[in-house]
């Protein structure tokens, strides 16, 4: 009995050891968004807010202050950009791209492991467009 919990708490962090420092391939999760209406999906969301020139400068400093994110590609001057947000206690990537396309801002945030975030892209990004507005 010992040997099976200690063998299922091994096994338990082998999977979270994989999860905070799997590889990340940039090309994969910054690659331009299309789409025309907000979505929530399982594993993520879609927003779109038109007639917000310079959105992104904006949401890059509310984005790059918010906890356990860093930018993994991209950057204002490209109009597109895309960071990473890990979980706080596992580690779990989200990532979560933004583009400027005139005076229209889309964002897409995504689980990469899993079915479901359970809400937590559309908080952060919901979150993120409420610091916009103030």
Do not use: C
């Amino acid at each position: 009995m010992k040997r099976v919990l200690i063998l299922g708490l091994l096994a338990v962090l082998i999977a979270l050891t994989v999860f905070r420092f799997a590889p990340t391939d940039p090309d994969r999760w910054h690659v331009a968004l299309a789409g025309d209406a907000d979505r929530d999906m399982p594993g993520g969301v879609f927003r779109i807010v038109e007639d917000l020139p310079n959105g992104l400068v904006r949401l890059h400093v509310i984005a790059t202050q918010a906890p356990r994110t860093d930018v993994l590609a991209g950057s204002v001057p490209e109009g597109m950009v895309t960071y990473v947000t890990r979980s706080r206690v596992f580690g779990f990537p989200d990532y979560t791209t933004a583009q400027q396309d005139g005076d229209t801002l889309r964002i897409h945030g995504r689980l990469r492991f899993g079915r479901s975030d359970f809400g937590v892209n559309r908080d952060r990004v919901d979150g993120w467009l409420d610091a916009l507005k103030v």
